[in-house]
């Protein structure tokens, strides 16, 4: 028996995208069970097409499955990713995480380990806050936050951020030194899920 992870994120250019498959591979490599998940887009095509970055974007991910409710029911730990907006959640995956009101009134997501992942155009841009935004979630879900503090070597080699991968946008895409912070983000939260549920770990 493993555990099942739902990594649940929002991306407009990318970046998040692939940390959020980058914390997938770090679960899939303890063991987990994964669900990635996009949450659906909500800004006009207008605001989309103004940017082709975004566009191109949106396009290359409509295989990825639209996080439903249900995968919040069906896992046992959570791992959500969000861009930075103005130092704080984008807008799409506030949405989604506004409809777990009834999973919340039935204590789904208490009791199972959660983390959060991010990234912003400038290093000090506000990944912290958007991070810490993500974590007041996770509080009153009576989760049980799991950040990487300084847990590992891979998370000072992306940065040293102990609240949660973040990716600085202005480098470009994210390099391998980010990308091992997220699986390494990814392998800790599915190895602590299993000790939460008694299983044992490697
Ligand atoms: C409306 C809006 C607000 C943003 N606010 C910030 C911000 O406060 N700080 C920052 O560094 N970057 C900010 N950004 C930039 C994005 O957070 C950054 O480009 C991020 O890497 C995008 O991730 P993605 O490629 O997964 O969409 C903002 C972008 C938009 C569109």
Do not use: C
Not at 28 to 38: I, P, Q, T
Not at 134 to 146: A, D, P, Q
Request: proline content about 5%.
């Amino acid at each position: 028996m493993s555990v099942k992870v739902a990594v649940v994120y929002y991306s407009s250019t990318g970046a998040v995208h692939q940390l959020a498959q980058a914390v997938a591979e770090g679960a899939e490599k303890a063991g987990a069970e994964v669900r990635l998940r996009r949450v659906p887009e909500l800004a006009p095509d207008a605001a989309i097409d103004a940017n082709p970055a975004w566009r191109a974007h949106v396009d290359a991910t409509t295989d990825v499955e639209v996080a439903a409710l249900d995968d919040l029911e069906w896992a046992d730990a959570y791992a959500l990713g969000s861009p930075t907006r103005f130092g704080n959640v984008a807008a799409q995956l506030k949405q989604f995480v506004d409809t777990t009101g009834g999973l919340w009134q039935r204590g789904v997501m208490a009791d199972k380990p959660a983390t959060a992942f991010t990234s912003a155009h400038n290093v000090h841009g506000g990944n912290e806050s958007t991070l810490l935004a993500l974590y007041n979630t996770f509080h009153h879900w009576g989760s049980v936050i799991v950040s990487p503090g300084f847990t590992d070597p891979a998370v000072y080699a992306a940065g040293g951020n102990p609240y949660g991968t973040a990716h600085p946008g202005a480098n470009g895409a994210p390099a391998e030194n980010v990308l091992a912070a997220a699986r390494y983000q990814g392998t800790r939260l599915a190895t602590i899920a299993k000790r939460l549920k008694g299983l044992a770990v490697d």
